[in-house]
């Protein structure tokens, strides 16, 4: 499943086929969203914005479609001449440009809401803060760990729960955890200052550089070597840090990667 920095570059990709151009075309497939078209039409997409796994697709006339892939939807970006082959995936969305569009498929989590009002929605209510919101402070994701929600529980579970941070997954649990040379078993509430801090710069950090560094490796780029896994997936192989053979286990029903030698 992707988590917050695949789902960020993706959104990427639509804003660069459609941000400040004027629509030329929007279609809906659900009835209760085609009356929004006409009024869509000749306006722009001012931005594309990530709430964990769903999109946030803004437009000028003050009007935001809300869309959440769930577990099959996929947006596509076409040009002009592109030949279009739907397969067996269902259309949704259209939003055209002149010299672009981007389409959704599958998907049924799909509204229109007064930009305004978007934040109320059901899905967003229940989500915390995004991971990549760039203006979310280590300070604040610290207080979260030791708010009375989260304090208490293990971090196995915490780190998967989109309500602590919306964008983390189980790739990005494994790679705090080691960072943080923590287990999942530990709580916030267990942890020293030093640890807390530790643990709560892990989890930017760590989500920033996936996104930043689009997941390639690079040993030769400024401030050293582009994201690479530490522990994911790398079940037998030495840990970097400590040499100790990194281990596979199962924590909260998900495949779980840590070195026995240095998180503890």
């Known amino acids: 499943m992707p988590e917050g920095p695949e789902i960020r570059r993706a959104a990427d990709l639509l804003e660069t086929a459609v941000v400040d151009k004027p629509l030329t075309d929007v279609w809906f497939a659900f009835p209760k969203l085609q009356p929004y078209q006409p009024s869509l039409i000749g306006q722009r997409v001012k931005g594309i914005e990530t709430r964990g796994k769903a999109l946030l697709t803004h437009f000028t006339n003050s009007l935001t479609l809300y869309s959440h892939n769930q577990l099959y939807g996929v947006w596509r970006v076409f040009k002009p001449g ?50 990549l919101d760039v203006t979310l402070t280590v300070e604040e994701v610290r207080a979260r760990l030791l708010s009375r929600r989260f304090s208490h529980r293990q971090l196995g579970g915490t780190l998967l729960d989109q309500a602590f941070l919306a964008g983390l997954g189980n790739y990005l649990r494994a790679e705090i955890l080691w960072q943080a040379k923590l287990l999942p078993s530990h709580r916030p509430a267990d942890l020293n200052d030093q640890r807390l801090d530790l643990l709560a710069d892990a989890c930017l950090s760590i989500a920033r550089h996936s996104y930043a560094m689009r997941g390639t490796m690079d040993e030769n780029v400024h401030h050293g070597a582009m994201f ?37």
């Open 82 to 131: 592109d030949v279009i082959d739907h397969g067996k995936r269902s259309l949704r969305v259209k939003i055209a440009t002149p010299d672009s569009a981007i389409l959704l498929y599958s998907a049924s989590d799909i509204e229109i809401w007064p930009t305004e009002e978007v934040y109320q929605h059901p899905f967003l209510q229940r989500i915390g803060p995004d991971v």
């Open 228 to 264: 690479r896994f530490k522990v994911f997936a790398r079940e037998g192989k030495p840990c970097e840090r400590c040499g100790a053979a990194i281990v596979k286990s199962s924590v909260s029903s998900r495949p779980f990667f840590s070195c026995p030698g240095c998180q503890m």
